[in-house]
């Protein structure tokens, strides 16, 4: 009934009830409800984690969240979504189009939702995922996007980091929609206990000749996911080969924590690229993470300086990491590492 | 197929920025600039497939103040054939977001009819990641970001390996079509003394943004920049013992 009611607001403004009906805010000389959009990440069996992150941000925005799930098995999805505590509504687009969700295919769904609901925001996570829908969205809305959000202010106020998390800048956005993707380590993940209604999305004219989804090949591990995980143990060119990784792995095992790794120990093929944390890997924000080997330059710093403690261990005593460290150990890895695993 | 990319001038990635003390913004005078790394091995890729016949031609862009013409000249050094300055002043610069960068690109690309838009995945500077998607948005054009392979899959598509949050992922888009480039796909090349000499000679065409009619009014207003929080320095300890107790004394290891 909102898209009635914005209407009811536009001809009657002047009324001053909007008190009475929760946040109201002013866009283009119209009054209108705080309602905002949250695109979900899943795999078509799960919902991907930062996407309670990301309810969480939108509950910061205003008090009215809704969720879309596109996606060919979009329903299952959407049953989840709909526990999440702070969820209004659930839009389910289930589509075999929409298997995958390339970008191509969920933004006109995203933009057909937009349309019949008039969101004040529309927000996903900063994933692979939603940085490639997000911008895609904005283009078609006129509107400048806001990346990696890691605060609200309020309706239009956010702050971001640039320069590899050097600068952290406060900006005010006059974009007709808020479109953004916001930093999943900055915000906590929405809990269970709602219960919102699940409706089907508006229709939207999928095209399926622009792209198509051939394959992926997602690394299998046991370990703790890196994003999310509470202890990362993350090893850099220090370890010297792929071989002498499996010390990071047993002291990752012994901590049930996560591993990570430098841009220097991907680029000599220690381990696979989506290990990477740093400003063009994974942003983490562990209780505790353990730098083995990493020197610490400003591109990784960028990607864990917000963990609650941090350990280096590196037997260069002027190692940059030793300045972001609480607890710096001066020695050589091939001898420490091993003896904390064992002492564990 | 004819390739656009766009390079950014932005602050080397090893200089330690400085944030200013009236908090408008970093210091940028005086300091290190250099291509955007992901921008080299986007101009590296698109040269690479020239090389190998797959490109006809590859037309470097860069929106900016005049030295943005030095990374333009560096493009042309690396193997761009032709290169494209879209001036903007200095004092106008940090007010320019990447809308405005897609909406030039999105001029040109309808003016010399591209096949390919290749782009760095981000730039180390605004760390906004958008020109690539919001092009894509532009130009209802299909999107394959974060790159780590690119190859022909027949006339009118490529297929790209991208780099995604839990491994990598194949996809086939149709051309024409907006790439970004991510770290791993190549090894950008060095330009040589004599290709420095002969990109002197290649041309450069010069607009604004007003010739192109983009509006450059921004939507976003940059309230304050700090600096981030410092960390409270820490403390070395003597040995994997007292590291292990310390760990137990926070509650991460049980006792």
């Known amino acids: 009934c909102r898209p009635q009611l914005s209407v009811f607001f536009s001809r009657y403004s002047m009324l001053s009830t909007r008190s009475l009906l929760g946040r109201v805010v002013r866009q283009n000389g119209v009054f209108r409800f705080n309602s905002t959009l949250v695109i979900a990440e899943h795999d078509e069996t799960k919902l991907a984690p930062i996407t309670l992150n990301a309810i969480s941000a939108a509950g910061k925005l205003g008090s009215d969240v809704s969720v879309l799930v596109t996606g060919a098995n979009a329903s299952k999805v959407a049953e989840q979504v709909a526990k999440v505590a702070g969820v209004k509504k659930v839009l389910v687009a289930q589509d075999d189009k929409l298997k995958n969700n390339l970008p191509e295919r969920v933004a006109p769904v995203v933009l057909a939702s937009h349309k019949q609901f008039n969101f004040s925001s529309i927000i996903a996570g900063a994933s692979a995922f939603g940085r490639g829908i997000i911008p895609r969205v904005a283009a078609k809305l006129d509107c400048s996007p806001i990346s990696e959000v890691i605060q609200i202010h309020s309706a239009d106020t956010f702050t971001r980091t640039q320069y590899a998390g050097n600068a952290v800048t406060k900006i005010q956005s006059t974009a007709p929609v808020k479109v953004m993707t916001c930093r999943g380590t900055s915000f906590p993940p929405a809990e269970e206990g709602g219960s919102g209604a699940v409706e089907n999305a508006p229709a939207a004219d999928v095209k399926t000749d622009l792209s198509e989804f051939i394959s992926q090949e997602l690394s299998k591990s046991e370990r703790p996911d890196l994003a999310t995980a509470k202890i990362v143990v993350s090893g850099g060119r220090g370890v010297k080969s792929a071989e002498n990784f499996k010390l990071i792995y047993d002291l990752a095992d012994k901590l049930g924590a996560g591993v990570g790794a430098s841009r220097a120990a991907v680029d000599a093929g220690f381990v696979h690229n989506d290990m990477q944390v740093g400003q063009t890997g994974k942003i983490v924000a562990p209780e505790l993470y353990i730098a083995i080997g990493i020197s610490g330059a400003i591109q990784h710093l960028a990607g864990m300086k917000d963990s609650k403690v941090i350990v280096a261990i590196n037997k260069d005593p002027d190692a940059p990491i030793f300045q972001v460290a609480d607890y710096g150990l001066k020695a050589d890895l091939f001898k420490a590492v091993p003896e904390m695993t064992a002492a564990l | ?255």
Do not use: C
């Not at chain 2, 007010?95 to 096949?115: C, G, N, R, S, T």
């Not at chain 2, 790159?147 to 051309?175: M, W, Y």
């Not at chain 2, 700090?226 to 991460?252: C, M, W, Y």
């Open chain 2, 1 to 255: 197929m004819k390739i656009l990319v766009g390079v950014k001038r932005v602050i080397d990635y090893a200089v330690k920025v400085r944030v200013k003390p009236d908090k408008t913004g970093v210091v940028t005078e005086n300091v290190q600039h250099s291509m955007n790394p992901f921008d080299e091995i986007a101009l590296e890729e698109a040269v690479k497939m020239k090389e190998k016949k797959l490109a006809t031609e590859v037309v470097a862009i860069s929106l900016g103040g005049p030295k943005s013409q030095e990374i333009l000249r560096t493009a042309l050094a690396k193997g761009a054939d032709k290169a494209i300055h879209v001036e903007v002043p200095d004092a106008e610069l940090p007010k320019v977001e990447p809308l405005h960068v897609a909406k030039v690109f999105q001029k040109i690309v309808e003016k010399h009819k591209f096949d390919v838009v290749f782009l760095g995945k981000q730039a180390i500077d605004d760390d906004a990641a958008q020109t690539g998607p919001l092009l894509a948005g532009l130009l209802d054009w299909p999107q394959a970001l974060f790159a780590n392979k690119v190859e022909k899959a027949d006339d009118s598509h490529l297929q790209v390996t991208r780099e995604i949050d839990g491994g990598l992922d194949t996809v086939k888009v149709k051309l024409p079509a907006v790439l970004s480039a991510d770290l791993r796909l190549n090894e950008p090349r060095y330009a040589t003394l004599p290709n420095i000499m002969k990109a002197k000679k290649k041309p450069m065409e010069k607009l604004t943004a007003k010739d192109l009619g983009v509006d450059l009014t921004p939507q976003t207003k940059t309230l304050e920049v700090n600096d981030p929080p410092v960390r409270q320095a820490g403390e070395f300890v003597e040995d994997v013992h007292t590291l292990i107790s310390k760990l137990k004394e926070k509650g991460f290891v049980k006792a």
